[in-house]
Structure formats: structure tokens, C-alpha cells
């Protein structure tokens, strides 16, 4: 491949200086041949396009691509306008004056450190970098500023937050968040990450981010989390995970003292309460009775919770009622919802944990002492390569610079013996 890449460029390098040593129409040398002026102090591009060749450098440039190193003869071109002498391949490639590395050599390290840690990439993998080569192309991504657009709210069923711990610089624990939009497909897609960030910076950050031109009523759900019971007020109606409720009653009765045989009976309570089925198909196509049959559940359920609370309060489980008056006003967001505008939306935060056990799994083996920075930028690469490929794809494309300006055609391929066997 060292060979095949080293015929491709200059087989590149060849048509460049054809094209710009003879005559052409002009737009078949579109895009080639920039340099500066000649004795430009302001270093200003020079108009001029026509050149002499003027041999090869001394010394051939030595890059750095996922087959291994390639040392790559560049020449030399004097230009007709003002003399200045350049290498038109370098600038055909984007390829800077210190440049030592493929740009596609950053995206193969990048995939490669998403997937695996970092020595096993060095020993598992052809790719000739150290330790310290990893880290600094993972430290100097600019994923973090890309993507910070507006979205609209319209496009989601619902909004989600939640955080997971990760092991930091001399064993300190951290705290990793995420906020992401729930499609109407069901699809995942992130809003943002953060490390040892404040939900209240979050919350000014996403707000920022999400365009919303009318009331659009969806739930945002979360477990419980301080921090999290006004979060994105106004945006979005908080709705309290219907999977964690359970568990977190279970929590309160044992700080009141109750062993689970003795609580297990008002968990189940509770679990049959919340467990409101919404009927399925086109809401304008329902039936009536089938609505009113939603509506009469969801009255009987808040009335139950209700005089559950009072029993938990003349029994003196002052925790258990405590817990269930701050959950019962953010329990069925999701049904208020259906039955005001039709619209379906998820009532737990499953897509979410999913999530973070993917980036979990990955930052554990591989970020472990590692800056703030660091952990948001790689923990925003796990989640656009996991759940927006397409956004993946464009950032690498835009990144590489992969425009189309020439194709690579195999016209023969000769098979020889090998003379060891």
C-alpha cells in the first residue's frame, strides 16, 4: 500500500504541474497552484497560475499514514508572475509547511481509540504512533466546537438527562452528563456532553441550542437527580422515570424503617398505578370511549397515589410520603401529554442508560486520568459515531476535505509466485 500510495501521489503531483506548466483553460487549473507572493510581507496569494519546473527538493517529506511511513519526492515550481518557488502538491493536499501526518491518519487513530485503550491500539493494530502521538491527536480534535446548531424542539417525542461516573487524575471521581432528543422514530440523537459540569450551565447551554417557534408541549424525563427538577422549564414538562419510581420508594420506606416484605406490597401498588397503557393508532381515529377510558385510569391513579401518600403519613413513613408527594406531580406527563395533543411519549429513560452504558463501557477503559476536556471531547465522539453516523460522516468528510477532485481507477492487477515457496 506504501508503494500504491507513493505512485498516487506523484501520478498526482505529474497532472498538477502538467496542467499548470502548459496551457489549459483556466477552469481546468480551478483550485490549483495558490501560493503567496513573492517578498509579501502580508503573505497575499499572487494571481498568477503559469509555472516553471524546476526540479525536485533535496530532501523527500516523510508522512506519517495508517500503512506505515512514506517518504514522498516533492517538486519544485517557480512562478511565472512574481518567482516565488512552491510545491504544488503540498497545497493540492492541504498539507502545511511542518505537516508530518495524513489527515486520514487522524481519523483511523480517532475510530481506533473509540473502540479500544490506547496500548492496544499500539499493539493490535498497524499503526505507527506512541502513546503520547494518541493522546495528543485525541486532545487536539475540534469535535467539541462542531455541531453547536440550533434544533427544534418539533423534531423530538421527548428530551432526557442523566450522568454517570468515571475515575479521574489520581483516582478522583467525576461526574460525565448527557442531554439527548428522543425522535419521533425513537431514535437517539445527543444534545450535548459535559464533565463536572453544573446542570444549571448545562441548562443555559441547551437552551440555547433548541429553536422553538411555538408551544410544543413533549416531557422531559429524568430519574430523580438533584439538580434536574427544573431543568429546561418552560421548554419541556418534567416527567419522573416510571421505571426508577418503584426503586426509589423502595429506598424511602427503608429509611422509615421498612424491611422489603413489609414494603413490597405498596411498591407493587405503585407499579400498577403508573402502568398506563396508551392505546395504539392514529389519535384523530380513536374512539371516544377509548380515550375516556385513558382519562377515568389516569383520574383513579392520581386519587390512589394520593391516599397512599395520607396512609404513609398516619402509618409515620414521613420518608415514603415525602417522596411520593414530590413524585406524584411528575408522574403522568406522558399520559397529560397524550391527552391534550395525541402525541405518544416515552415515560422512562431506558434509551438513555442504554447510551451511557455504551460510553461507560468505553471511557472506563480508556479515559481513566484524564482532564475534564479530554473526557467530554471523547465521550462526544462515542455518542456521534454510536447514534448520529450520518453527522459522523459529514464531519469527517469536511474534515479530510474529500471533494471529488480526482478518482483512482485499478486498470490491471498481475499475480506473480511468490519465490519463498
Avoid at 424503617?257 to 405498596?266: I, N, R, T, V, Y
Wanted: some cysteine; charged content about 30%.
Amino acid at each position: 500500500m506504501l508503494k500504491i500510495l507513493e505512485k498516487i501521489l506523484t501520478g498526482y503531483d505529474d497532472l498538477i504541474c502538467d496542467r499548470l506548466s502548459r496551457t489549459y483553460p483556466s477552469k481546468k487549473r480551478k483550485g490549483l497552484g495558490h501560493h503567496a507572493r513573492k517578498n509579501d510581507p502580508e503573505k497575499g496569494f499572487c494571481r498568477g497560475r503559469k509555472i516553471l519546473k524546476r526540479g525536485y527538493r533535496n530532501r523527500a517529506r516523510q508522512f506519517s499514514t495508517i500503512f506505515g511511513k512514506v517518504d514522498v519526492p516533492l517538486r519544485v515550481v517557480e512562478c511565472c508572475q512574481c518567482g516565488a518557488r512552491y510545491s504544488p502538491l503540498l497545497d493540492a493536499l492541504k498539507i502545511g509547511a511542518y505537516h508530518r501526518k495524513e489527515s486520514n491518519f487522524e481519523h483511523e487513530v480517532i475510530e481506533a481509540v473509540i473502540d479500544t485503550n490506547y496500548r492496544r491500539l499500539i499493539s493490535g493494530r498497524s499503526i505507527d504512533i506512541s502513546l503520547g502521538g494518541i493522546h495528543n491527536i485525541v486532545v487536539g480534535s475540534d469535535i467539541d466546537q462542531t455541531y453547536q446548531e440550533a434544533v427544534d424542539i418539533e423534531d423530538f417525542s421527548a428530551l432526557m438527562a442523566d450522568g454517570t461516573g468515571v475515575k479521574q487524575h489520581k483516582g478522583r471521581k467525576g461526574e460525565l452528563r448527557a442531554v439527548v432528543g428522543i425522535t419521533h422514530k425513537g431514535r437517539v440523537e445527543p444534545l450535548g456532553c459535559f464533565a463536572n459540569t453544573q446542570w444549571s450551565e448545562i441548562d443555559r447551554i441547551i437552551r440555547e441550542r433548541i429553536k422553538q417557534n411555538k408551544q410544543y408541549q413533549i416531557p422531559f424525563i429524568y430519574d430523580g437527580e438533584p439538580g434536574l427538577d427544573t431543568f429546561l422549564s418552560g421548554v419541556a414538562e418534567s416527567q419522573r422515570c416510571t421505571w426508577h419510581a418503584p426503586r426509589g420508594l423502595y429506598h424511602a420506606l427503608w429509611e422509615d424503617k421498612l424491611k422489603k416484605k413489609d414494603s413490597q406490597e405498596h411498591i407493587d401498588a405503585i407499579k400498577g398505578l403508573i402502568g398506563i397503557e396508551l392505546p395504539e393508532g392514529e389519535y384523530e381515529l380513536l374512539k371516544e370511549e377509548d380515550k375516556e377510558q385513558v382519562e377515568e385510569k389516569y383520574q383513579s391513579s392520581k386519587a390512589e397515589i394520593v391516599d397512599l401518600i395520607q396512609t404513609f403519613k398516619d402509618k409515620g413513613y414521613s420518608h415514603g410520603a415525602s417522596y411520593l408527594e414530590n413524585l406524584s406531580d411528575r408522574l403522568f406527563t406522558n399520559i397529560d401529554i397524550w391527552l391534550k395533543t395525541g402525541v405518544i411519549a416515552p415515560k422512562t429513560i431506558s434509551l438513555l442508560e442504554r447510551v451511557f452504558r455504551e460510553v461507560g463501557r468505553r471511557l472506563k477503559r480508556i479515559a481513566w486520568g484524564w482532564a475534564d476536556k479530554t473526557v467530554t471531547k471523547l465521550s462526544k465522539m462515542i455518542m456521534l459515531k454510536q447514534y448520529s453516523k450520518n453527522k459522523w460522516e459529514q464531519y469527517w468528510l469536511k474534515k479530510l476535505g474529500i471533494e471529488g477532485h480526482f478518482n483512482v481507477s485499478i486498470k490491471s492487477v498481475e499475480l506473480s509466485p511468490c519465490q519463498h515457496f
